[in-house]
C-alpha cells in the first residue's frame, strides 16, 4: 500500500520560511514524478512544484525564486523549501506521486497524479 505523509506546516508571518516534508512509503519515489499541490476551500487544487528524479524542477510562475522542490532518495522523501513566504501562500498543501507515468498530461496537472498526501496546513500572516 502506498501511502505519502506530509509535515512542516505551520502558521509564520510574511516574509518568513517553512519547509515541507512527504515520506512515501509502498513505493520508491524516484522512480515517479512527484509533486506539491496547494487547494484552498472552495478552489481547485493548484500546482506548486514538481519534479521527476534529479531533473529540472518545475514550478508555478507565483513561487519561482522563493520555493524549491527536492528529493532525497535514499530516505524516500520530497521537500518543499519555502522563502519569503507572502499571506496568499496561505493554502493547505499536498505531495503526490505520478507511478503511472502520465506524460501526456502537464507536470503540473493534478490530473497526472494517482497517489496523493492528507495534507499539510500552512497560513502565513500579514
Known amino acids: 500500500q502506498v501511502q505519502l505523509v506530509e509535515s512542516g506546516g505551520g502558521s509564520v508571518q510574511a516574509g518568513g520560511s517553512l519547509r515541507l516534508s512527504c515520506v512515501g512509503s509502498?513505493?520508491?519515489?524516484?522512480?515517479?514524478?512527484i509533486a506539491w499541490f496547494r487547494q484552498d476551500p472552495g478552489k481547485e487544487r493548484e500546482g506548486v512544484a514538481s519534479?521527476?528524479?534529479?531533473?529540472?524542477?518545475t514550478y508555478a510562475d507565483s513561487v519561482k525564486g522563493r520555493f524549491t522542490i527536492s528529493g532525497d532518495y535514499a530516505k524516500n522523501t520530497l521537500y518543499l523549501q519555502m522563502n519569503n513566504l507572502k499571506p496568499e501562500d496561505t493554502s493547505s498543501y499536498y505531495c503526490?506521486?505520478?507511478?503511472?507515468?502520465?506524460?501526456?498530461?502537464?507536470?503540473?496537472?493534478?490530473?497526472?497524479?494517482?497517489?496523493w498526501g492528507q495534507g499539510t496546513q500552512v497560513t502565513v500572516s500579514s
Open positions: 503526490a506521486a505520478d507511478s503511472v507515468g502520465r506524460g501526456w498530461l502537464g507536470k503540473l496537472d493534478r490530473n497526472r497524479y494517482n497517489y
Open positions: 519534479i521527476y528524479n534529479d531533473t529540472t524542477p
Open positions: 509502498g513505493y520508491a519515489l524516484r522512480n515517479a514524478r
